[in-house]
């Protein structure tokens, strides 16, 4: 457990873009018009990791995410995503689960969640029967042909990182996947996806305002600064969480010295 102070204008080790790096960003800027969002982004994400990415509102942290799934291109440095540097290439190694589940509201849980696999070409059939087995080990099994409707807040977000992870993409990207529910259920889907990214072997970029969020989820949080976004705090997390429930983890010493380093760092 540990951080790393790096320059304001996001210094620090170059990223290499290695064998075991999964995503890296060096000297990232992107202006829109005269406002500059991202200003000399430079880290890097290891391969199968986790990186939580927070900071005040408007610092760049979704445009950041948006340029490493290739939906914008940037304006200067270079972003390296499994090997693919374009945005046609980065986009194609990247899923990204929203903040707002975004659930069809015509389609079942079963047939939201496998839209990726039926868009590849595979048969309605055939996608059912590969999406299916994954309900009971997301807490979901019996809501298979349940409306959107009909399902909690906190049920929706799972289907949605279902249908995220159904992509089979080597990147995750999620952009505040829990801001839209209430404290309570924000708790407990906290913890549910912590569980759940242990078990899933990808590598993840989580975008959020809570600091809490983040370093509960990470391993490694980069703390962004306000407009233009710079890095100015990289925090490896370190915690132990095998066996240990949110509240245990979240009032432990170690987790409340983090969170003050990080805020620190915000601030």
């Known amino acids: 457990m540990g951080e790393q102070s790096v320059g304001v204008n996001g210094g ?147 289907v949605s990182f279902l249908r995220t992870l159904m992509a089979e993409k080597d990147i995750l990207l999620l952009d505040e996947p829990f801001g839209a529910l209430d404290s309570i259920t924000r708790g407990q889907m906290q913890e549910w996806l912590l569980r759940a990214l242990g078990d899933v072997p990808r590598t993840v970029l989580l975008v959020t305002h809570d600091v809490d969020e983040a370093l509960l989820l990470s391993r490694t949080v980069v703390v962004m600064s306000a407009r233009p976004g710079r890095v100015v705090r990289v925090i490896d997390v370190g915690l132990q969480t095998e066996g240990h429930s949110r509240r245990e983890i979240v009032t432990s010493p170690e987790f409340i010295e983090l969170k003050e380093s990080a805020l620190e760092a915000i601030e």
């Open 12 to 158: 620090g080790a170059v990223a290499s873009a290695g064998s075991n790096v999964g995503i890296a960003f060096q000297g990232v800027g992107k202006a829109f018009g005269d406002v500059v969002a991202l200003d000399g982004v430079t880290f890097e994400i290891d391969r199968n990791s986790r990186i939580g990415i927070v900071g005040p509102s408007g610092g760049g942290k979704s445009t950041l995410l948006q340029l490493t799934a290739g939906l914008l291109e940037q304006d200067v440095g270079t972003i390296n995503v499994e090997g693919e540097t374009t945005t046609e290439g980065r986009l194609s190694r990247c899923a990204m689960m929203p903040q707002r589940d975004l659930l069809l509201p015509w389609r079942t849980a079963l047939d939201n969640a496998m839209i990726a696999i039926e868009n590849r070409g595979v048969t309605k059939k055939d996608a059912r029967a590969k999406t299916r087995p994954y309900f009971e080990h997301f807490g979901l099994a019996k809501f298979e042909d349940v409306r959107p409707d009909a399902l909690s807040g906190g049920m929706r977000q799972r």
